[in-house]
């Protein structure tokens, strides 16, 4: 069965501070992945998306970057993290296309200070 | 200025009663759709699915109805347990922003299920 890991789990950073959040998926090939940011109360938001390695797309401008380096790894950085950086980020995989049912990780709840 | 958090829509039941949520979708292309569930502090957690080639699904003490005439979808959760406590969020495929960016999954804002002893 398929499985996706996120870490970690919970993070505080400073303000001005790097960034690296990373997604491992387990149990499939060529998974198409998602980085969304949560806000509370609010929907998600995505961010990027991936279709294989080194093909990123960014749907908001932002202070954040993406990489794939590997199939099944997902990797969300951050040169200098903004208070309004703070969020619950969720990593996700889908089989097919991005229309396709999308499975979501256990989230990174990060707090910028 | 003042700032005002957002509340999402809360649906509050009785345990054991059956819960119904609601989620109104916005494109009528749209031909699949998706219930989510998220539990405080996790990921959200498929729950169960429908295209639109059809009207109701079923699942293990779930519902989802579909209906397109009035863009209209709904979650029913039959004998609802304290493990049902969450934030439920129906997801429909279309279009994600209208000046042409990724197609994919366009997802409420979800209602907050809460089960009363």
């Known amino acids: 069965s398929q499985t996706i890991h996120q870490w970690p789990a919970t993070l505080v950073q400073p303000v001005g501070s790097p960034l690296s959040l990373e997604c491992t998926v387990e149990?499939?090939?060529?998974?198409?992945l998602y980085w969304y940011r949560q806000a509370a109360g609010r929907g998600l938001q995505l961010l990027f998306y991936s279709v294989g390695i080194g093909q990123i797309s960014s749907e908001v401008p932002q202070n954040l970057s993406a990489s794939r380096p590997q199939d099944r790894q997902f990797i969300l950085s951050s040169k200098k993290l903004l208070l309004s950086d703070s969020g619950f980020y969720l990593c996700a995989w889908s089989s097919g296309p991005s229309t396709d049912t999308q499975y979501f990780g256990p989230g990174t709840r990060l707090t910028v200070l | 200025g003042e700032s005002v958090g957002l509340h999402l829509p809360t649906l509050s039941v009785q345990e054991g009663d059956n819960s119904i949520i609601n989620c109104a979708y916005s494109?009528?292309?749209?031909?699949?759709f998706i219930w989510y569930k998220q539990e405080s502090g996790k990921g959200p957690q498929f729950i169960i699915d429908?295209?639109?080639?059809?009207d109701k699904r079923q699942g293990q003490r779930v519902t989802v109805l579909l209906n397109k005439t009035v863009k209209h979808l709904s979650l029913q959760i039959a004998a609802t347990q304290p493990g049902d406590s969450a934030v439920y969020f129906c997801a429909e495929n279309a279009l994600m922003y209208s000046g042409g960016g990724a197609d994919g999954l366009t997802f409420g804002k979800g209602t907050h299920l809460i089960i009363q002893p």
């Open positions: 494109n009528s292309a749209s031909d699949y």
């Open positions: 429908i295209r639109s080639n059809m």
């Open positions: 149990g499939t090939s060529n998974p198409n």
